[in-house]
């Protein structure tokens, strides 16, 4: 089985502020991986990372950082210097061959991030 | 450019109708997804095709139906079994449904179908 928690509903702050959405995750398998995808008002989810169990550094692009902690089954995702463009819904994945060896993905409920200008 | 093509964006069911949603990639992708969205309830996966001709249900399959006769095409038939059909309907594809040689791979999403009862 699989599960993925997003304790985090809601997050508002105000534009420039740093901001980190929580995401831990639990499986029984050693070979697993875990996304991230953004959800803006459109609808259309946007896959903005993917980590594999076996790469534990951490990962920066731009504004966007992720902390990957295996002894905690987290994988953190913060933003940094918030802008309103980045208000949207935020999801965390977790794939891994529990279903009968295939990779089907498992969704936290999301993280719906508003950022005030 | 390649994607994932969802129609129609609205749709609206009357009592005991079927419905069908068109979901249509070009990306040459073997596996799809159909995911249905409820406020605060994250996605749920109702059903998924690995490949042409063979499909399984998902967490909530109840209620809906799916074929997958053509690479490129996975409809969605909500049926009048499904009684609470209003919500957000998101489909998705990715290369395979395992691992192959650059790990699994990330899925690609479609705008997604809101559905309404009439």
């Known amino acids: 089985a699989q599960k993925v928690t997003q304790a985090q509903t809601e997050i508002s702050v105000v534009e420039k502020e740093d901001v980190t959405l929580d995401c831990v995750y639990e499986t029984r398998d050693t070979t697993y991986y875990l996304f991230w995808y953004k959800q803006p008002p459109s609808g259309e989810l946007v896959f903005l990372i993917r980590r594999n169990s076996f790469d534990e550094q951490n990962e920066i692009s731009g504004r966007y950082s992720w902390n990957f902690q295996k002894s905690t089954s987290s994988f953190n995702f913060t933003i940094t210097a918030s802008q309103v463009v980045d208000s949207a819904v935020y999801f965390c994945a977790l794939s891994d061959p529990s279903s009968g060896g295939s990779y089907i993905p498992t969704f936290g409920r999301g993280t719906s991030l508003i950022v005030h200008p | 450019d390649g994607g994932i093509t969802q129609s129609p964006k609205y749709l609206f069911r009357k009592e005991g109708q079927n419905v069908t949603l068109s979901c249509e990639q070009n990306l040459n992708h073997d596996a799809m997804y159909w995911y249905r969205q409820d406020p605060g309830q994250g996605l749920r996966l109702i059903y998924y095709?690995?490949?042409?001709?063979?499909?399984q249900k998902g967490d909530i399959a109840e209620g809906y139906s799916v074929s997958r006769e053509k690479k490129e095409s996975f409809p969605l038939t909500v049926t009048s079994a499904q009684k609470n059909p209003t919500a957000f309907y998101l489909c998705a594809s990715s290369p395979t449904s395992g691992t192959g040689p650059r790990g699994n791979q990330p899925q690609h999403f479609g705008d997604g179908t809101r559905l309404s009862i009439l």
């Open positions: 095709s690995q490949i042409v001709n063979d499909f």
